[in-house]
């Protein structure tokens, strides 16, 4: 069975600041990883995804990941992160079933 | 033109009661997902529709009956509402292939 795992339940930045969010995952195949953004009281909306070919996948707002196999990763990262970035980031695996896993979400806040 | 839209957007009811939440899409999509967002923002598959074949169905209480009169619906009827139904429902679909699933913005359950 594949299973996400996002370690950060929460992270604080200050606005400008670098970021990254961490996810693992488990699966025995070659993943299609997604993440998503959910601002409050909205629903998801994607950031970027990877399904093959060049590992660094460049996705809306800025925001970067890289798929590394040998680490079972696909972490999020934006070099400068502002204070309309402060959501909630849920990392998600699908199987070439069509079966969606999410991890549990990290929050993200913004310092000023 | 909103891609995927659900009904009601907020649903407040007593225990006991039987409600419905409605979901369409117009993107075409032939695979459609109802999901469930508890209190802690965990996001758990609930079920999964193929052009209105039920193709995944997580372990769900049998008082949840998905139906999808066409590739564009997919209505969730709960009946006997218990406590711990209250969540966010998210609809959402995607094209076999693509795998990027797009998300309605989410119907809030509160069961008294």
């Known amino acids: 069975a594949q299973s996400v795992t996002q370690p950060d339940i929460h992270i604080t930045v200050s606005e400008g600041a670098s970021l990254e969010l961490r996810c693992n995952y488990s699966y025995g195949a070659t993943p299609y990883l997604f993440w998503y953004v959910q601002s409050p009281g909205q629903g998801l909306q994607l950031l970027l995804k990877y399904f093959s070919g060049d590992t660094l996948v460049q996705g809306i707002k800025g925001f970067e990941a890289e798929f590394k196999r040998s680490q079972s990763s696909f972490n999020l990262r934006k070099p400068s992160v502002h204070w309309s970035d402060a959501a909630e980031y849920f990392c998600a695996l699908n199987t070439n079933a069509g079966k969606s896993t999410f991890g549990d979400g990290t929050t993200l806040t913004v310092k000023p | 033109d909103t891609a995927v839209s659900q009904t009601p957007k907020y649903l407040v009811t007593q225990m006991g009661n039987d409600k419905s939440i409605k979901c369409e899409q117009n993107?075409?999509?032939?695979?459609m997902y109802w999901y469930k967002q508890d209190s802690k923002k965990f996001l758990k598959i609930m079920f999964s529709?193929?052009?209105?074949?039920?193709?995944i169905n997580e372990t769900v209480p049998n008082r949840f009956s998905p139906k999808s009169p066409d590739k564009a619906h997919l209505n969730l009827h709960i009946n006997s509402l218990e406590l711990g139904d209250s969540a966010v429902y998210f609809c959402a679909s995607s094209q076999p292939g693509q795998e990027t699933q797009y998300f309605g913005p989410g119907t809030r359950l509160l069961v008294l």
């Open positions: 529709y193929n052009n209105k074949e039920l193709i």
């Open positions: 993107l075409g999509h032939d695979t």
